[in-house]
Nanobody, 123 residues
């Protein structure tokens, strides 16, 4: 099993940047694919990005492609989300997730979630 704790959220002006971190506990971190999701008020949770267990492949939602970058450091049991050129519509609670199957993880079908970190982008 893996436990996840996000950090790095906050308030930023449009056009600014933030880097989210997700620290994982457990010795099996490097065997899990990792992902970021977000949920804005009144909306369903949506996929943002995933990265494979070895870090060799990434996938992004169209809405963040070219602006966000997901990465991981297996030595530190941490996954990151670098967010650049932020827009007000990026405001949401951002969740880190882990899963052994990439397509299920991308669909949000996993038991392993962090508690979330708030990102607010002002216009």
């Amino acid at each position: 099993q893996v436990q996840l704790v996000e950090s790095g959220g906050g308030l930023v002006q449009a056009g600014g940047s933030l880097r989210l971190s997700c620290a994982a506990s457990g010795r099996s971190f490097s065997s899990y694919h990792m992902g970021w999701f977000r949920q804005a008020p009144g909306k369903e949770r949506e996929f943002v990005a995933t990265i494979t267990y070895g870090g060799g492949s990434t996938d992004y939602a169209d809405s963040v492609k070219g602006r966000f970058t997901i990465s991981r450091d297996n030595a530190k049991n941490t996954v990151y989300l670098q967010m650049n050129s932020l827009k007000p519509e990026d405001s949401a609670v951002y969740y880190c997730a882990a899963g052994p199957r990439l397509q299920k993880l991308r669909a949000g079908d996993t038991a392993y979630w962090g508690q979330g970190t708030q990102v607010t982008v002002s216009s």
